[in-house]
């Protein structure tokens, strides 16, 4: 586990005050805790860096740190809440660092302040710096560079319109992907509706091709009729 460089992503605050720092930490109107660091008989920057690294240990040790994560080759896991965790490439820390990242309807983002007016920004947008984008795998939980997918307003409207809300039985953890039986027969299925209000259907038999690759032959169509139909494989 690895936690952030940056002070905004651990509880409480540090003042000065005279001749010495206090770390504090108040929730629901009350002080949680308190810590002083004075400066008289040693130098004020080492007595404020012994506030600073206090007030890291405190909020690991009692789990008050946001945003924590954990490296796994060129892809980083960022916590955050409860299991709730968005993944993105290692190359991107120094950009994660920047903001405390929560979620906002559904997608990882946070505010900032612009022109005294609070600002609501999506993790997606930010990485890339591009107005619309979609993620190919419909997992707003992976910001990956590979997965953003940077598109005009027309086309990223359309990929959502196929990338509706899961329905109750799907299985496959993708939209418009399902699995199905018919009279004992298995299979995957791809089914929904394009932009235009089309019909899309296609199956694939677990009996003939087994489940993993039936799975994978549907996830397959479905990726490639997006492309195709929208015709955003080369933009």
């Known amino acids: ?52 690294d206090y007030k890291k240990k405190w909020s690991i040790d009692n789990n008050y740190t946001k945003n924590y994560y954990y490296i796994d080759g060129d892809k980083i896991s960022v ?56 993620h190919k795998d419909t997992n707003k939980m992976n910001n990956t560079t590979e997965n953003l997918l940077v598109t005009d307003e027309e086309t990223a409207r359309k990929i959502k319109s196929f990338n509706h809300i899961k329905r109750k039985d799907n299985t496959s953890g993708f939209t418009g992907v399902y699995k199905g039986c018919f009279k004992n027969k298995e299979y995957w299925e791809v089914k929904g509706h394009d932009f235009n209000g089309n019909n899309i259907y296609k199956k694939y038999s677990i009996d003939k091709y087994g489940s993993q690759s039936a799975y994978s032959l549907a996830c397959d169509f479905r990726d490639k009729f997006i492309n195709q139909s929208y015709d955003i494989s080369d933009k």
């Open 1 to 52: 586990m690895n936690y952030s460089s940056n002070l905004s992503k651990y509880l409480g605050t540090i003042i000065k005050q005279n001749n010495k720092y206090i770390f504090k930490v108040i929730k629901d109107k009350k002080i949680l805790h308190k810590k002083k660091f004075s400066f008289m008989n040693i130098p004020q920057e080492t007595a404020y860096q012994n506030a600073v």
């Open 79 to 134: 916590h955050l809440t409860f299991d709730k965790y968005f993944i993105t490439n290692k190359n991107n820390l120094d950009k994660i660092e920047k903001y405390i990242w929560y979620l906002i309807d559904g997608y990882v983002g946070t505010m900032i302040s612009e022109d005294k007016k609070r600002k609501k920004i999506y993790l997606h947008n930010f990485l890339t710096d591009e107005k619309y984008v979609v």
